[in-house]
């Protein structure tokens, strides 16, 4: 073993917030090099913790890649007002995987909610940014999320690493 590495303690988080983003129907640009790029528009939504809470503005949304492997690679970009009016911006990557088995129950945009999250992954890597004083320790923090479908939309459990 290399003589270099140390042991450390465990990654640790505390919650953060739930959140809900409301979305509007897809749209695709098609299939290109990479895969199948498609904008999952943000169509508001609310998010709440035990250090803040607001709304999701309806601008912004994801700029998906549906890989060929089925993967789906997210890149978010919202706009959260805080019940204070404070401005914060939030984006993240991320992957869903979703199980071969499970692709077709979540194709139907009418009942896909309702597919158990357990059988899919689906990760994110939040970051903010904001002028905000009172979140201006946002600024600094490194999260992470645990998705899940909600009707007309998507939700994250989002933590923050300590």
Not at 40 to 49: K, M, N, P, V
Not at 118 to 132: D, V
Not at 135 to 154: H, K
Request: net charge neutral; charged share 20%.
């Amino acid at each position: 073993m290399d003589t270099r590495i140390r042991d450390l303690d465990p990654i640790a988080t505390r919650p953060l917030f739930d959140i809900v983003v409301d979305l509007h129907p897809k749209q695709s640009f098609g299939a290109g090099p990479l895969g199948t790029r498609v904008l999952h528009g943000s169509a508001g939504g609310t998010f709440e913790g035990p250090q803040l809470r607001g709304t999701v503005l309806p601008i912004g949304g994801d700029w998906a890649l549906y890989r060929p492997d089925g993967a789906m690679q997210l890149d978010v970009r919202l706009a959260l007002r805080t019940s204070e009016g404070d401005l914060i911006h939030m984006t993240y990557g991320g992957r869903w995987i979703v199980p071969q088995a499970q692709r077709a129950a979540l194709a139907d945009a009418r009942t896909r909610h309702a597919v158990d999250p357990a059988s899919y992954y689906f990760r994110t890597t939040p970051l903010f940014e904001t002028g905000s004083i009172r979140y201006a320790w946002l600024n600094d923090a490194v999260c992470i999320g645990s998705g899940y479908l909600v009707e007309g939309g998507v939700a994250y459990k989002v933590f923050q690493v300590l």
